[in-house]
C-alpha cells in the first residue's frame, strides 16, 4: 500500500542575500584573514550549536557559517516545515545575490508513523514522488539514486545531486530521516568548484546532527 506521507523536500538552490542589503561582500576589506571553514571548524572554542527546542535536534557549526531563520533565507517547498534552520558560509559562494553554500534542516510532521519495518514504502514513495518532483524544479537537475543512511541514530536515504543556479554549476547531498511521525531533512549544498574543499565541514555538521527524545516526548 503506499505511504503517501513523505512530503515533497525543499527545493534546491537555496540563497541568503548579502548582509546589509548588499548582495556583494568585499572579503578583501576584512582586517583579518578569513580561515576555511575546514580550519575553524576543529577549534573547538569557535564551534556554536544550534538547538530546537520544539523538536529537539541539534547541530554544530563554525565561522565563517552563519546561522539565518526560516525567514531570512530563500527556499520554496512542497509543504510547510514545521521547523527549519539553516547556517550559510558568508565568506562562500554568491550567485544572484545570495549565498548559496549552506547546510540546512526541515522538519515535518507526517501524518503516518514511520517505522524500520515501512521504510521500503517510504522509499517507494521518494523515488516516485519526492525526487521527481526536485527534479522537476531545474532542467539541468540531476538525482543519484537513493542509499539507505543512517545519521543520529535515525534511519533514513540519503542522496546526492548536481544542478546550476544561473551558470553556476552546484552540488548537493540530501538526507531523508524519520523517527515516528517526524520527518528531518538535511541538505548540504555548495558550487562544486568549492564541493571538495567544503565536505569534511559539510560532514561535521551532518555527523554533530542528533536528536533529544526527553525534548520531542511530553511528559505525562
Known amino acids: 500500500m503506499?505511504?503517501?506521507?513523505?512530503?515533497?523536500?525543499?527545493?534546491?538552490?537555496?540563497?541568503?542575500?548579502?548582509?546589509?542589503?548588499?548582495?556583494?561582500?568585499?572579503?578583501?576589506?576584512?582586517?583579518?584573514?578569513?580561515?576555511?571553514?575546514?580550519?575553524?571548524?576543529t577549534t573547538p572554542a569557535d564551534v556554536e550549536t544550534y538547538t530546537s527546542e520544539k523538536y529537539g535536534?541539534?547541530?554544530?557549526?563554525?565561522?565563517?557559517f552563519e546561522q539565518k531563520g526560516d525567514t531570512s533565507w530563500e527556499a520554496e517547498s512542497g509543504a510547510s516545515s514545521a521547523d527549519s534552520v539553516a547556517v550559510f558560509d558568508t565568506d562562500g559562494t554568491q550567485v544572484g545575490g545570495q549565498y548559496r553554500d549552506a547546510f540546512v534542516v526541515n522538519?515535518?510532521?507526517l501524518n503516518t508513523e514511520i517505522t524500520d519495518e515501512n521504510l521500503d514504502a517510504v522509499k517507494t514513495?521518494?523515488?516516485?514522488?519526492?525526487?521527481?518532483?526536485?527534479?522537476?524544479?531545474?532542467?539541468?537537475m540531476t538525482i543519484s539514486e537513493l542509499t539507505p543512511t543512517t545519521v543520529g541514530g535515525l534511519n533514513g536515504f540519503q542522496a546526492s545531486a548536481t544542478f546550476k543556479v544561473e551558470d553556476t554549476a552546484m552540488t548537493s547531498d540530501?538526507?531523508?530521516?524519520?523517527?515516528?511521525?517526524?520527518?528531518?531533512?538535511l541538505l548540504t549544498q555548495s558550487a562544486t568548484d568549492r564541493w571538495e574543499e567544503l565536505q569534511p565541514t559539510f560532514e561535521q555538521m551532518v555527523n554533530s546532527f542528533t536528536v533529544s527524545e526527553a525534548e520531542?516526548?511530553?511528559a505525562p
Do not use: M
Open 174 to 185: 540530501l538526507y531523508f530521516l524519520f523517527d515516528g511521525n517526524i520527518e528531518y531533512q
Open 2 to 41: 503506499r505511504i503517501a506521507v513523505v512530503v515533497a523536500g525543499a527545493v534546491l538552490a537555496i540563497g541568503l542575500g548579502g548582509c546589509s542589503g548588499s548582495a556583494e561582500v568585499n572579503v578583501g576589506e576584512s582586517q583579518t584573514p578569513a580561515a576555511s571553514p575546514t580550519e575553524v571548524a
Open 107 to 109: 522538519v515535518y510532521q
Open 216 to 218: 520531542q516526548s511530553p
Open 125 to 140: 514513495e521518494l523515488e516516485q514522488n519526492v525526487i521527481p518532483t526536485l527534479e522537476k524544479s531545474s532542467e539541468d
Open 57 to 64: 535536534f541539534s547541530f554544530q557549526y563554525a565561522p565563517p
